[in-house]
Structure formats: C-alpha cells, structure tokens
C-alpha cells in the first residue's frame, strides 16, 4: 500500500495589540499597556501615536524615569521624542516585543498645492525621524474624513483628487525610505473620499515604490462593503454575504501578497440605534468608536439590545459576539499567502473605563480571541486541503504547483519506493527535497494527516 503524509507547513503568525485597545491614555500610560501586552503573550504591540505623546508629557513632568540611562533631554523636542521613542523600544525589547506598526498619521490628503504636499510631509517626518530609535519600519497612514464642503467638485475632479495622492505618496515614500521606514497605507471606511481597498490599491500600484503598501483593516474593509450603521439591519442596503465574500476574492487576485504590508482585526456588534451623519462625524465612525469588538467572542457578554438577532439566510449569523465575516477575510488572506502580523485595533467606550485591570481586561479578551480565530483558520485550511483531487495531486513524478486561493501549498513525502519523486513547496517560498522539508517542518505542533492511497480513507493524527 503506497502511503502519503501531507502536513500543513503553516506556522501561527505573529500576534500584537493596538496600544490604544488596552485601555485610554487618560487613564493608562503607554509603559503599563506594553507590561500587560508581554504578560498576555502577544508578540508585538501596535505604538498609537497619542499614546507615545502622553508618555512624552509624562516623561517632560518627571514621570518614568527608571525607563532612561541617561540624561532625558528635556530643553529639546526632538531629541526628547528620540530618547522616549528608545526607551520604549528598550522597554519592549526587555519584554520580548517587537513594534510592528506606528499609528497614524492623519490627514494626509486632499492636496491642492505642492506648499501642502511639504507641510504634510514635514509632519510626516517628525515621526519617521523617530522610528529607527523604536526599531519599527512600519508608518500607517490612513485616509480621513473631510467635513462639508466636500472636496471633489466640478473644479477639482475625483482623477485630479487621486493624482494628486499618487504624487503626494511617492514623495512620502521616498522620504521614508531615508530612514528605512515602509508605509501602509489604510481606507478607513468613513473616509469622505478614500475609503475602500481598491481606491487605495490604485494609489498603491500607481506610486510603485517597494516600501509603499496596502494595510488592511477587518473592521474598516467589511465595516464599508458589507456593514451600514445606517441601516435597520446594520447591513448595506441590497448587501448580502456572498456578494461581499465575491469582493474579497478580487481583493485577493487585485493584490500581490507581498504589497499587503499588515492586517488588523476587530469584529463589531450591531449599535443599539440606527447611526445618522453628522457634520462633524459621520455614521461609521460613530460605530466604530463605540462598538468595536474582538474576533471570535462567545456572543452571551453582549449588552441587550446589540445581539446578532438576524435571521435573513442572505446575511446569516457569524456564531460570535460581532457579525461582520472576520473569520471568512483572515482565512482569505491567509490562503492567498498572506504570513504577517495579525494585529487587533479595536475602539470601544469600554476602553474608558479607569480602573487598573481595564488594560489586562480587554488585552485577554484581544488574545483569546486572535488564538480562536488561528484555530478557525486552520480548520479552514485543512478542510480544504481534503478537497484536493488526490488521484490527481498524487500523480508520480510531478511537481506540487504554487497555491491558489482554493489549493493552499501542501509538503508532500513518499515512504514507498525511491521512484516516487516528489518535490515539496513549502511557505510558497522555496523549494526543497523531502527529508530537508521533514527536518524543517517536522515537530513543530502542526497538524499532519495520514492518507491510505488504496482505501482513499483519512486519519487524523
């Protein structure tokens, strides 16, 4: 009997947090949610930038001096921003974290002049200069909401309005490059003009610069697509979940994997009310700041009044506390050869709360869930690895072909006879024979399955 075992070679990626979702730098300075991330296990925290201003402040008033080794140069900004920017870095490293984002930089958009191109790009630089001391190369640059008037009118054209954000990003890219910082850039899903994947990936592809990418955002990429606070049923009028499931497939074949530089997750639950636009902050981001969740939570702590009640077979429930198709968009990515950071930006009035277990509340919550939504992921794969053709797949002497979004690379190996070649892909990156693949990815906790070519029949194991 010829029998195959195919492992699946996908490690767990890397998991960080938000600063901001650990709690308000009203209450909670940016040294103890960093203490609280490390203790919970995540592999990085996400630095938001006014919580880097709080402790800058609080540094200035005397605050956190056992974090410095040297003199804190309080007489200079910018060399005050250097010295806290390495003592949070310092702090991390002593914890095990890495820094794999800095957040965000706003309004950077709606440039009529090349004096507003410099100004912005002087603000940028304030935070670019300091990256290299956090040992973080990644800036999030989101797009914005832009009270009334709005921008595009009969004088200053949509294509004007996406020309100008081309020049503005290439000269964005170029100087963040100086200081070997990436950009990612992020729809926001109330921005007045920029608030979808495809706006962005437009600019994206047209700058063609290597460090300049897409960042990628559950809560703000199915918040616009799928979801509508403005609606009764929280869900865009004439929506339904395969249409926007279509969507994300053509994100996947739209985007190379590697210009998708990050991806944060947050799930929402429905709000108690329908949301209305208002001049100084539209429906969504409304939503957003309140009703924010963490994937993959159990749907009984939901307040009354916000639980996942639909019952249209279109739209049907998620199974967890939030509604949105968290679940369905990571194992996408993740399938399309997607192997970055998973990162949870979740904004709710919980995070007001000033009691000190706030932090480690939400920060357990955040984990939790990111370790659920890993398992769900792999069933995902697993199940449809089972679905590949196997008299097909098993043929001799063939080589196993990149994946694609329904045939996700497998490690294949032969304990029959010496004729039965087979040449393994692993992590879509290179290839290698079959005991160097075994020796790489062998014990390392993942799952394997036993295949009895004969019977056709499957074991787990």
């Known amino acids: 009997m010829a029998a195959y075992t195919v492992l699946y070679p996908y490690a767990r990626p890397k998991f960080a947090i938000a600063s901001l979702s650990l709690g308000t730098n009203a209450h909670h300075d940016?040294?103890?949610?960093?203490?609280?991330?490390?203790?919970?296990?995540?592999?990085?925290?996400?630095?938001?930038?006014?919580?880097?201003?709080?402790?800058?402040?609080q540094v200035r008033e005397g605050k956190h001096t056992e974090l410095f080794t040297e003199p804190i140069p309080t007489s200079s900004s910018t060399e005050l921003d250097l010295a806290c920017a390495a003592a949070v870095y310092n702090l991390c490293n002593s914890l095990g974290l890495e820094i794999p984002l800095y957040q965000p930089l706003r309004n950077f958009e709606n440039f009529r002049s090349q004096g507003h191109i410099d100004t912005s790009l002087a603000e940028a630089e304030r935070w670019l200069r300091i990256m290299p001391a956090m040992k973080c190369d990644l800036l999030l640059v989101c797009s914005n909401y832009i009270p009334p008037p709005s921008p595009i009118d009969e004088k200053y054209t949509m294509n004007m309005y996406i020309d100008a954000q081309v020049d503005a990003f290439r000269q964005l890219g170029a100087l963040a490059e100086k200081y070997g910082v990436r950009i990612g850039y992020e729809p926001l899903s109330w921005g007045t003009v920029i608030d979808n994947w495809m706006q962005v990936w437009e600019i994206v592809e047209r700058v063609d610069l290597e460090n300049v990418g897409v960042l990628l955002d559950s809560f703000n990429t199915l918040g616009n697509q799928y979801a509508d606070p403005g609606q009764a049923s929280t869900i865009c009028k004439g929506q339904t979940l395969a249409a926007m499931l279509f969507n994300l497939e053509e994100l996947a074949i739209s985007i190379p994997v590697e210009k998708i530089f990050f991806f944060q997750v947050?799930?929402?639950?429905?709000?108690?009310?329908?949301?209305?636009?208002?001049?100084?902050?539209?429906?969504?981001?409304?939503?957003?700041?309140?009703?924010?969740?963490?994937?993959?939570?159990p749907q009984t702590p939901c307040p009354t009044g916000m639980e996942d009640t639909t019952s249209d077979p279109e739209n049907p429930s998620s199974?967890?506390?939030?509604?949105?198709?968290?679940?369905?968009?990571?194992?996408?990515?993740?399938r399309m050869g997607y192997r970055g950071w998973w990162s949870l930006e979740v904004f709710n009035t919980s995070l007001q709360e000033s009691d000190i277990g706030c932090p480690e509340r939400h920060g357990s919550r955040g984990i939790n869930g990111l370790n659920i939504l890993w398992d769900v992921v792999q069933t995902d794969m697993q199940s449809r690895n089972l679905d590949i053709e196997l008299g097909t797949f098993f043929d001799r002497k063939r080589t196993i072909s990149s994946p694609t979004l329904s045939t996700p690379t497998l490690s294949t190996g032969s304990n029959s006879d010496a004729s039965d070649s087979f040449i393994p892909s692993i992590d879509n990156d290179f290839e290698l024979e079959l005991p160097e693949a075994l020796h790489r990815i062998g014990g390392c906790g993942r799952p394997t399955l036993d295949i009895d070519i004969e019977g056709l029949k499957t074991k787990d194991t």
């Open 30 to 57: 940016l040294p103890t949610k960093i203490r609280v991330a490390s203790n919970l296990g995540y592999d990085g925290i996400e630095i938001f930038i006014p919580d880097f201003e709080g402790f800058v402040n």
């Open 266 to 297: 947050a799930d929402a639950v429905r709000p108690a009310e329908i949301c209305y636009d208002e001049d100084d902050m539209p429906r969504r981001m409304k939503w957003s700041r309140a009703c924010r969740v963490f994937p993959c939570e």
């Open 319 to 334: 199974g967890y506390l939030g509604f949105l198709p968290v679940t369905q968009m990571t194992s996408l990515l993740h």
